[in-house]
């Protein structure tokens, strides 16, 4: 008898908000492999697959800019997750993160790498992201989206990077995940 492998195919679908209304942690790591889906606005649209993330939880993680606060800055990681928090860093990379959980949990998953594309200033770059991203609504946004596909199933775990300023615990949570 021939060996037979049946591949099930995961018809690419927009992620519903209650796929980020869940654990950070959990969400960082089932992201991996998902679809970045970009909109340029002038007919061209990419798809780029999510290879490194890192979840901050709360106001409770010291690494997570929730953490100082309610500010005019942090105001959407307060909301339901399902939507952008986009910020910038040294004047010219905007990061891009996904609100996480519901509202008052202030947590987000830093996107840190998409195939081609490591670290998350370079990433940021390639998806032209801006401030106009800020709170967009990734279940109704007609620019970025986050679709299915299939699961990654091996991926790494590491302590995140560059956040040494936390102190422990938080610079040893091995809340870093990639392919």
């Known amino acids: 008898m021939t060996n037979c492998y049946i591949r099930i195919m995961i018809k690419n679908k927009r992620l519903k908000a209650d796929f980020f209304q869940r654990d950070t942690v959990t969400v960082a790591q089932d992201l991996l492999g998902k679809l970045i889906v970009r909109d340029f606005g002038n007919g061209e649209i990419k798809h780029y697959r999510i290879t490194e993330t890192e979840a901050y939880c709360g106001q409770e993680d010291l690494a997570c800019h929730s953490s100082?606060?309610?500010?005019?800055?942090?105001?959407?990681?307060?909301?339901?997750?399902?939507?952008?928090?986009?910020?910038?860093?040294?004047?010219?990379?905007?990061?891009?993160?996904?609100?996480?959980?519901?509202?008052?949990?202030?947590?987000?998953?830093?996107?840190?790498?998409?195939?081609?594309?490591d670290g998350p200033g370079k990433l940021g770059r390639e998806l032209q992201l801006d401030r106009s991203f800020y709170g967009?609504?990734?279940?109704?946004?007609?620019?970025?989206?986050?679709?299915?596909?299939?699961?990654?199933?091996?991926?790494?775990?590491?302590?995140?990077?560059?956040?040494?300023?936390?102190?422990?615990?938080?610079?040893?949570?091995?809340?870093r995940f990639c392919t």
């Open 68 to 117: 100082k606060g309610r500010t005019k800055r942090t105001e959407i990681m307060f909301q339901d997750g399902g939507h952008i928090y986009v910020y910038l860093i040294y004047g010219m990379y905007w990061l891009l993160n996904f609100v996480t959980e519901n509202e008052e949990n202030a947590s987000a998953v830093l996107i840190r790498g998409i195939e081609g594309f």
């Open 136 to 175: 967009e609504n990734l279940e109704t946004s007609t620019r970025l989206w986050v679709e299915d596909s299939e699961p990654i199933v091996n991926f790494k775990s590491t302590p995140r990077i560059g956040i040494d300023y936390a102190g422990e615990p938080w610079v040893s949570k091995r809340w």
